[in-house]
């Protein structure tokens, strides 16, 4: 079992940054993912990192997001500039560790001015 635990989420004006942290209750060896869900939509992949450090992101964020990953401190943070309106919505951080899906219980970020 494995819990996974979003903080860092706020209002921020559009142009603005967040940081956001996800922390596992385990070690985990496998590629942790940020996705997200804005109201009325589906939730949608934002990126990804594995336990290298190989990161990969959706076009809509890319080279204005970074992923990076703490293996010591089994944590995973989104680091997130430039941010638009359309950024609004619940980041949510998911691993498949051992064959099971986990998510965290996600957090809220409203881009708005």
């Known amino acids: 079992q494995v819990q996974l635990v979003e903080s860092g989420g706020g209002l921020v004006h559009p142009g603005g940054s967040l940081r956001l942290s996800c922390e596992a209750s385990?070690?985990?060896?496998?590629?942790m993912i940020w996705y997200r869900q804005a109201p009325g939509k589906q939730r949608e992949w934002v990126g990804d990192?594995?336990?290298?450090?190989?990161?990969n992101y959706a076009v809509a964020v890319k080279g204005r997001f970074t992923i990076s990953r703490d293996n010591a401190k089994n944590t995973v943070s989104l680091q997130m500039n430039s941010l638009k309106p359309e950024d609004t919505a619940v980041y949510y951080c998911?691993?498949?560790?051992?064959?099971?899906?986990?998510w965290g219980q996600g957090t809220q970020v409203t881009v708005s001015s």
């Open positions: 385990t070690t985990i060896f496998k590629t």
């Open positions: 990192i594995s336990r290298s450090g190989f990161t």
């Open positions: 998911n691993v498949n560790n051992g064959g099971n899906n986990y």
